[in-house]
T-cell receptor
Framework: QQPVQSPQAVILREGEDAVINCSSS?????VHWYRQKHGEAPVFLMI?????EQKGHEKISASFNEKKQQSSLYLTASQLSYSGTYFCGTVITGTASKLTFGTGTRLQVTL | DAGITQSPRYKITETGRQVTLMCHQT?????MFWYRQDLGHGLRLIYYSAAADITDKGEVPDGYVVSRSKTENFPLTLESATRSQTSVYFCASSESGFNQPQHFGDGTRLSIL
């Protein structure tokens, strides 16, 4: 039930855009996004609930396509501070469902 | 300051020993979680707790024991440590469940020799 993230790693130049995808084989109730910098704790970015809403914070936004059981994280005009590993987590539809994290996408932004 | 703190930050121990990792939060969050993070596996849930005296297994509970006698504390015990339990352990809390933001502690890096 672990979601699949792609790509596994991406290198960008500052100012470029990136998309990170998260997909599941099960019907999803919610998708969660976290960022973890090297040697630090994961930090919450956003939650998308069933309903297909798109959320955003400054230049980082995400969408949730519940029909396809997929979510995408969009990083626009990337900054050096965006570097880190991005994890999606999913809660499948149904009772007693827990949050399950993907294996992460490593993003490196260079000058 | 309010937050979630883990101790110790680093721990080295030997196989067969018992070790307890501590987690304390000051938000009065109902839910608390323990994860382990290993290369290639992401974050895997060990145990979680919905309230004091209510705990449940996660994805990888074998070899671990938890308790939660007070809302703010959620210790994790490895009763007889094995090398496969060498990992980085994160404690987290959320206000009311899995569909709320989780706030993570700084982690405990545990090495078992």
């Amino acid at each position: 039930q672990q979601p699949v993230q792609s790509p596994q790693a991406v290198i960008l130049r500052e100012g470029e855009d990136a998309v990170i995808n998260c997909s599941s084989s099960k019907a999803l109730y919610s998708v969660h996004w976290y960022r973890q910098k090297h040697g630090e704790a994961p930090v919450f970015l956003m939650i998308l609930l069933k309903g297909g809403e798109q959320k955003g914070h400054e230049k980082i936004s995400a969408s949730f396509n519940e029909k396809k059981q997929q979510s995408s994280l969009y990083l626009t005009a990337s900054q050096l501070s965006y570097s880190g590993t991005y994890f999606c987590g999913t809660v499948i539809t149904g009772t007693a469902s827990k949050l399950t994290f993907g294996t992460g996408t490593r993003l490196q932004v260079t000058l | 300051d309010a937050g979630i703190t883990q101790s110790p930050r680093y721990k080295i121990t030997e196989t067969g020993r018992q070790v307890t990792l501590m987690c304390h939060q000051t938000w009065s969050h109902s839910y608390m979680f323990w994860y382990r993070q290993d290369l290639g596996h992401g974050l895997r849930l060990i145990y979680y707790s919905a309230a004091a005296d209510i705990t449940d297994k996660g994805e990888v509970p074998d070899g671990y024991v938890v308790s939660r006698s007070k809302t703010e504390n959620f210790p994790l015990t490895l009763e007889s440590a094995t090398r496969s339990q060498t990992s980085v352990y994160f404690c987290a809390s959320s206000e009311s469940g899995f569909n709320q933001p989780q706030h993570f502690g700084d982690g405990t890096r545990l090495s078992i020799l």
